[in-house]
């Protein structure tokens, strides 16, 4: 027998602006990871959360303000096995001038097993993009990861910052299809205290089908790679409009890793369903 109990709760406030229904899966071990934290906590509701007013860069936003807060928490309590707790918190805010659009976002995730601490991570995002003209697009990213119970050659900090340009493909009624692409540098500190820093770059395609009002398929492909490590992650979802303010996202994510791109294996598939609330 065993016993489970959750708690989902997800709150938006200060969303002035309705905008595509696009995600925009990144990682590169801290690359936009704490968007992707607060991906994760909507989409499997686990330890981050789902940002589900994305744009192509600034494209679908109208000028103002917007924000989310999401809360999941977990406990099991199995008998004879293990007894666990776990909790996630993320949050972002936005806004945008007409030309200028800025995203912060933060996340938290905590984890126990039988009363040891086994999970406390803190990740924040930095998101700058400038329209250039109805077409093009200019960005740039800060995304800062920390693992308070790194050790060894695990990575305790990890900080990635990067730059670049994207082009959206097509935009019309139905379909919105950018691309994107960049250098970046990163900063690495492992639990041993050593650090390493090196050259990064990121090329990204953000694609996003409307089947109507209250259906959207979204398809978006990462990859990001330095001297360390190369990573590839592709997101497929479908979003559904229940009513104004409730949505169903299902979502299959999958990721390669490997030294450089001829080296690439599967590291993971995850299968997520997240229900959004939005105001």
């Not at 968007?35 to 109208?62: K, L």
Request: aromatic share 10%; charged share 20%.
């Amino acid at each position: 027998m065993a016993k489970r109990t959750s708690i989902f709760v997800l709150a938006a406030a200060a969303a002035v602006a309705a905008s595509a229904a696009a995600a925009q899966t990144s990682t590169f071990a801290n690359q936009n990871m704490a968007a992707d934290q607060v991906e994760d906590i909507q989409d499997d509701i686990e330890d981050a959360a789902e940002r589900d007013n994305f744009t192509f860069g600034n494209t679908g936003r109208q000028v103002g303000s917007w924000g989310s807060v999401s809360l999941r928490l977990t406990d099991s309590d199995v008998a004879q096995g293990n007894d666990t707790t776990d909790l996630g918190i993320g949050a972002n805010y936005g806004w945008y001038d007409g030309v200028n659009g800025q995203e912060i976002n933060l996340a938290y995730a905590y984890g126990e097993t039988n009363g040891i601490e086994d999970k406390n991570t803190l990740t924040a995002g930095y998101d700058y993009t400038r329209d250039i003209n109805q077409k093009l697009f200019g960005y740039g990213s800060l995304d800062i990861a920390y693992d308070n119970l790194a050790t060894g050659t695990s990575v305790r900090r990890d900080a990635l910052i990067g730059f670049g340009v994207g082009y959206r493909v097509i935009e019309d009624a139905q379909t919105d299809w950018a691309v994107k692409a960049g250098p970046g540098y990163r900063y690495i500190e492992f639990g041993n205290d050593n650090e390493e820093t090196e050259i990064a770059y990121m090329v990204e395609s953000n694609y996003a089908y409307a089947f109507s009002e209250d259906v959207t398929l979204t398809n978006d492909t990462t990859l990001i790679g330095s001297d360390s490590d190369t990573r590839v992650v592709n997101d497929l979802a479908v979003a559904v409009g229940l009513n104004d303010s409730l949505a169903l996202r299902t979502s299959y994510t999958s990721e390669y890793g490997g030294e450089d791109l001829g080296s690439l294996d599967k590291v993971e598939n995850l299968l997520g369903v997240s229900v959004v609330y939005n105001f």
